[in-house]
């Protein structure tokens, strides 16, 4: 565990002395990261001049909510996105090698090697409108509540990166990995709305096979509503499961790997 | 340019988009309906929860129909996002830029050409998903198709695509001077997205900025063919916004020339 953390310095040391090579790319992402965030408050705000609630939510409620998905959204994008994206080439062309020789796990030196330091300071601004949202709530929320949507905002950062890799990982058996990342990518729609707001059915499939809600949605309702066992089950089960079944995806995607031009 | 090289470019960028139908066809309806689906909820939640029945002009039905509209005429606006000639700035940054220089041809009416040529892939969906979804939503009454609107409404599409093509044009031309023009671009995405009414229509904006977003550009690229389709826009207000959608493509189209020749001034050849 100490060399893992160890390493991870080093990743963060690498990350950090090349993203000061490109400053104007370090301020243009973060100039669109602040637009990004400017227009999902805004989409809400205008929402809310027509209605007081949505999925049973306040506006108060849902600034919370969007700033926990903008949160969520800086956290992914700083840590693993870069990674994420540039893993089915590293696949396709045959680049696996490299990682497969490391004495670490390949999946983790592959998820976590590059850290976006230009994502970084995004990451501090989405954590400032969280810390805003928050304190702006006019009811009492407790701090075992708040500790409990922070810690599954982590969790949903990590159920979300599982999610990502079982979409890349078929690039194993596949020519390209974009139509697949493209169909992900739009289903992360369903992530960015409350999923109180969507029939019984979908609510279920967004909770369970394709766990969505679990990332943002779910966070924010024990924060309001209190945690039950039975949603404490369902992030169990489905964390579990959804980990286990992407390192078995991972090793059997590894074993059909061919190195060059795989 | 010649117009025959024109339509040959235009052809060869519609054969190379439907190379893998595929992956084009799963891509493009995946899209429309999940988008469609959250669009759907999210409105479906604001007339129930809210109690009214008619928000910013729209009954429930009408806004499905306005988001069917956004998203299906969308992709005819949008088309360079999605091809090949999306590039531009990979062409300056790899230094590839320069085979382009030496051809007998225009540079930027060779681009021109492949991003129309991705209309057509467009017009195919829209006519399909189109039909289907105005058939399974019954969207027919409210849409208001005499060949009168649908004329209008072809001229404001092709205009809004030439806008959105200059739009993008000097911030691609950017990687004269910088490697890395991605983020502008989705910034752009980003804006034009909710000033454009892409993710709302701009009549539930609070009625103190319908003035200025009507002069903005970004209108013109979503908001504006579809309520022209729905019969929300009177052909007096279509002469306009036709005039205040050239008048900003003039605008864009010095830019994109002014920041175009700077650039080519510095360009090596051999990227950065």
Not at chain 2, 239 to 255: E, S
Request: hydrophobic fraction near 55%; charge should be positive; glycine fraction near 8%.
């Amino acid at each position: 565990m100490v060399r893992y953390f160890r390493l991870y310095l080093c990743f963060l040391r690498f990350s950090f002395s090349r993203a000061m090579e490109f400053r104007f790319d370090f301020f243009f992402r973060v100039a669109m990261d602040i637009v990004f965030y400017a227009v999902h408050i805004a989409f809400f705000r205008i929402i809310y001049l027509h209605t007081g609630a949505l999925g049973g939510w306040n506006l108060d409620q849902m600034m919370i909510f969007v700033a926990g998905f903008l949160f969520m959204d800086a956290l992914y994008m700083t840590v693993t996105a870069n990674n994420c994206w540039i893993l089915p080439f590293h696949i396709n062309g045959g680049h696996l090698d490299y990682y497969l020789a490391r004495p670490v796990s390949s999946l983790f030196f592959l998820t976590f090697r590059e850290f976006a330091a230009n994502s970084f300071l995004n990451l501090m601004i989405a954590a400032g409108i969280l810390a805003w949202a928050l304190g702006r709530y006019p009811g009492e929320l407790g701090g075992v509540r708040v500790s409990l949507f922070l810690a599954g905002l982590i969790i949903g950062n990590i159920l979300h990166v599982l999610l990502v890799l079982n979409f890349i990982i078929p690039v194993f058996w596949m020519q390209s990995g974009e139509g697949l990342r493209e169909i992900f990518f739009t289903f992360t729609h369903f992530s960015d709305r409350p999923h109180q707001i969507y029939p019984n059915w979908l609510q279920r499939v967004l909770t369970s096979i394709l766990p969505l809600a679990l990332i943002v949605s779910l966070p924010a309702h024990i924060l309001f509503s209190g945690l039950t066992w039975g949603r404490f089950l369902n992030i169990a089960v489905v964390l579990a499961a959804l980990w286990s079944f992407t390192i078995w995806f991972w090793r059997r995607g590894l074993r059909a790997y061919s190195s060059a031009s795989s | 340019m010649t117009p025959r090289l024109f339509l040959f470019v235009f052809t060869m960028e519609v054969r190379k988009m439907m190379a893998y139908r595929a992956n084009f066809w799963i891509g493009s309806l995946a899209s429309f309906l999940v988008n469609i689906s959250v669009l759907y909820f999210v409105w479906e939640a604001v007339f129930r929860e809210s109690g009214k029945h008619i928000i910013g002009g729209y009954d429930f039905q009408g806004i499905v129909a306005y988001y069917v509209l956004v998203l299906l005429l969308g992709r005819l606006v949008r088309g360079m996002e999605y091809g090949s000639v999306a590039n531009i700035s990979d062409e300056i940054y790899q230094g590839t830029l320069s085979r382009y220089l030496v051809y007998p041809t225009n540079y930027f009416l060779f681009k021109y050409a492949g991003h129309l040529g991705l209309l057509v892939p467009a017009v195919i969906q829209l006519a399909v998903v189109g039909g289907l979804s105005t058939t399974l939503l019954d969207l027919g009454g409210i849409l208001s198709l005499t060949p009168a609107r649908a004329a209008m409404a072809v001229a404001a599409v092709l205009l809004g695509n030439l806008l959105n093509f200059l739009m993008l044009w000097p911030i691609h031309a950017v990687a004269f001077w910088q490697d890395n023009v991605w983020s502008l671009e989705v910034m752009l995405r980003f804006t034009v997205s909710i000033l454009g009414g892409f993710m709302l229509p701009l009549s539930v904006f609070p009625a103190w900025s319908h003035a200025t977003l009507s002069l903005l550009p970004f209108r013109y690229l979503f908001g504006f063919p579809a309520d022209l389709l729905m019969g929300r826009v009177s052909n007096a207000e279509w002469a306009q916004g036709m005039v205040v959608c050239c008048i900003w493509c003039a605008v864009f189209g010095v830019l994109s020339r002014v920041v175009w020749r700077r650039g080519c001034i510095q360009y090596t050849g051999v990227g950065i």
